[in-house]
């Protein structure tokens, strides 16, 4: 049986904070992948951690990612990046270097696998936006669309495949955009999470054929 390793890196959006384990989308995909696709021996790796922003992602990559000898790494980064917090902001300009070391390092770890020419498949996720109105934000929806760009730019310089979860959340949840967030407008509810892993399987899925395999 193949094995195919997935890791998931970021901030607290990734963790799952405030919510319970089940909910955040590595749990579902250890959940859900295995029976869609039976012939193959999914590993999945939270490496979410609070707070984080990418000057500290950068600093753990090692032992949260590359030692896991990943297949697809997917990457959600910029939420703390943006916030106007003296230990966590990280100017634009910083923030776009870190993630192209970011990337840089994982395209270019051997895995060993035999799969996608044994290189890992960095997925990018541009991170949601936050609501303006509530009290607690040290973001604003505009600071974070501008890390967004960022993410769209280094996605089309490093043939990343992408996933636009802000535009997702911002655009195609009009109706229901305050309640995919909890109390502090910025971290994921319940529902955010539905809309988080939808989007993250359906990523998977155009990343493998019918039996699961990298393409």
């Not at 895995?111 to 044994?118: P, Q, R």
């Amino acid at each position: 049986m193949i094995q195919t390793t997935i890791v998931a890196f970021g901030d607290s959006i990734t963790f799952g904070y405030g919510v319970s384990k089940k909910c955040t989308y590595t749990r579902r995909l250890e959940a859900f992948l295995p029976q869609c696709y039976p012939s193959v021996n999914w590993k999945i790796e939270n490496s979410g951690v609070n707070g984080d922003t990418t000057r500290e992602a950068l600093e753990r990559i090692q032992k949260d990612v590359l030692n896991y000898h990943p297949n697809i790494v997917f990457i959600l980064l910029g939420s703390n990046d943006s916030a106007l917090v003296e230990d966590q902001y990280r100017t634009p300009y910083e923030y776009e270097k870190n993630m192209c070391s970011i990337i840089e390092q994982i395209q270019n770890h051997n895995n060993h696998t035999g799969l996608n020419h044994c290189r890992p498949i960095v997925v990018l996720i541009t991170p949601p936006p936050v609501v303006d109105t509530d009290f607690f934000p040290f973001t604003t929806t505009d600071r974070v669309k501008k890390y967004c760009d960022i993410v769209k730019k280094i996605a089309e310089q490093y043939q990343c495949p992408m996933i636009d979860f802000f535009s997702i959340l911002k655009y195609e949840s009009e109706e229901e955009f305050t309640s995919l967030f909890q109390y502090d407008g910025v971290h994921l509810s319940e529902k955010g999470y539905d809309y988080l892993y939808d989007s993250v399987f359906s990523a998977i899925t155009r990343l493998v054929d019918k039996n699961g395999i990298l393409k």
